[in-house]
């Protein structure tokens, strides 16, 4: 029942044709029309420039953060889900936001690529993983972790997602691998 609801929510939440609001109620243009004809946060800033695309990468990756976030928000306060489910029911969201955003059903599903939502997933997944890898900050990490080379034990390949494993125990890790 609740894989059912929260998947609906994601897809609703994804759904929301940003850069088709923005450039609609801004500048009276649909940015399907124009440039890529995507509806996503690239062809905004290529059609209606610095502004509106800041508005819409930053509404994009919050709609895919908070969709994966609502069943932890859900389990916390009322359901009490046990980690798997709650890791099955946030994977299960993350995919449904993402389809939203691409087949939209407030904008015809005629939608974007997924990459800003996408991100908005990774973060609310791995939110410490997207930050070491969006901004870069494997040094000053590493020089917290007593100059430990963190890269080789958490390297995350450009192409592809943090794994969504959390790991307990940083010892166990240099042991396991040193």
């Known amino acids: 029942m609740f894989y059912i609801l929260f998947s609906l929510v994601a897809f609703l939440f994804g759904s929301i044709p940003t850069a088709v609001w923005v450039g609609k109620a801004w500048y009276g ?16 800033f290529r ?4 502004k509106p695309g800041k ?5 994009d ?4 953060a908070l969709a994966t976030l609502i069943p932890v928000i ?11 489910t709650l890791i099955k029911m946030q994977i299960l969201a993350a995919i449904f936001a993402v389809t939203g955003h691409v087949f939209p059903i407030f904008a015809q599903f005629r939608g974007g690529k ?21 901004v870069k900050l494997e040094k000053p990490v590493e020089i917290l972790f007593e100059g430990a080379d963190l890269n080789k034990y958490f390297h995350i390949p ?21």
């Open 29 to 44: 243009i649909d940015v399907r029309e124009h440039g890529s004809k995507n509806a996503g946060a690239t062809n905004t």
């Open 47 to 50: 059609v209606l420039g610095k």
């Open 55 to 59: 508005v819409v990468l930053l509404i």
């Open 61 to 64: 990756v919050l709609k895919g």
């Open 74 to 84: 859900a389990s916390h306060f009322y359901l009490h889900l046990e980690v798997d």
């Open 114 to 134: 997924g990459v800003a939502t996408s991100l908005g997933v990774i973060i609310g997944l791995q939110p410490i993983a997207a930050l070491i890898k969006t």
């Open 158 to 178: 450009d192409d592809e997602l943090p794994s969504t494993e959390l790991v307990d125990n940083l010892d166990t890790i240099k042991e396991a691998f040193c």
